[in-house]
């Protein structure tokens, strides 16, 4: 095809363009962690004397083990029942909840005995590039991009029942319906925008007021 053709039609530059390298990582760390997994069958990883390093595979949902040696381990999920990775700045938890669903990890906002407890599901997709070119604008990306999602898990005072949401004040409204009129009272001393430090004060707040500790 001819330079000239695609000048000729519009519609070929939306489709022609150079791919630049892929952003993010389905890795959860760019770097092996120090941290514990908790197998299935009650196993505690690492055990003692046996130092392993540690990675979660946010698109597979595979918890990856290496040692000193260069020897590597994999774990599905269905092998494991939570775990714990740290780097220098910040510590991962992730756990099946048993109440909620077995099929996937959910990471710890907030925890109760007796009140609300909070989770959140990290979810990882691979996005394509998008660019266009319509010769008087551009739009889109020209990489490949893996773009983490999170969806909240409520789940309520007795550990029978819970609530799915997403980061929408609607959505929360919905899923704290029964507790309206603390809701309310949270709203009216709390001007935030709808982000995870306010489901964790709001979560807090009505814990306090219901079901204090002792």
Do not use: C
Request: aromatic fraction near 16%; hydrophobic fraction near 35%.
């Amino acid at each position: 095809m001819m330079p000239s053709e695609i000048g000729r039609n519009p519609t070929l530059q939306q489709v022609f363009f150079e791919k630049e390298s892929t952003v993010g990582s389905s890795l959860l760390s760019r770097y092996w962690m120090k941290g514990t997994v908790l197998l299935e069958n009650h196993k505690l990883l690492p055990v003692n004397g046996q130092p392993l390093y540690f990675n979660y595979d946010k698109l597979k949902s595979v918890v990856y083990a290496a040692d000193l040696s260069d020897n590597l381990w994999t774990f599905p999920i269905d092998s494991v029942q939570e775990f714990t990775m740290r780097d220098s700045s910040h510590e991962y938890e992730f756990r099946k909840v048993p109440q909620i669903d077995t099929r996937f990890f959910l990471m710890p906002v907030i925890e109760s005995e007796k009140g609300y407890s909070l989770y959140k599901r990290l979810f990882t997709k691979l996005e394509a590039a998008d660019f266009s070119n319509g010769g008087y604008f551009t739009k889109g990306n020209k990489y490949d991009q893996f773009v983490d999602y999170y969806e909240y898990y409520l789940l309520l005072p007795g550990k029978t029942e819970y609530r799915k949401f997403s980061m929408k004040e609607a959505a929360v409204n919905r899923s704290f319906k029964v507790e309206k009129q603390l809701v309310a009272q949270y709203n009216s001393i709390n001007e935030m925008d709808m982000t995870e430090e306010y489901l964790l004060g709001l979560v807090q707040y009505i814990n306090d007021k219901k079901y204090p500790d002792p």
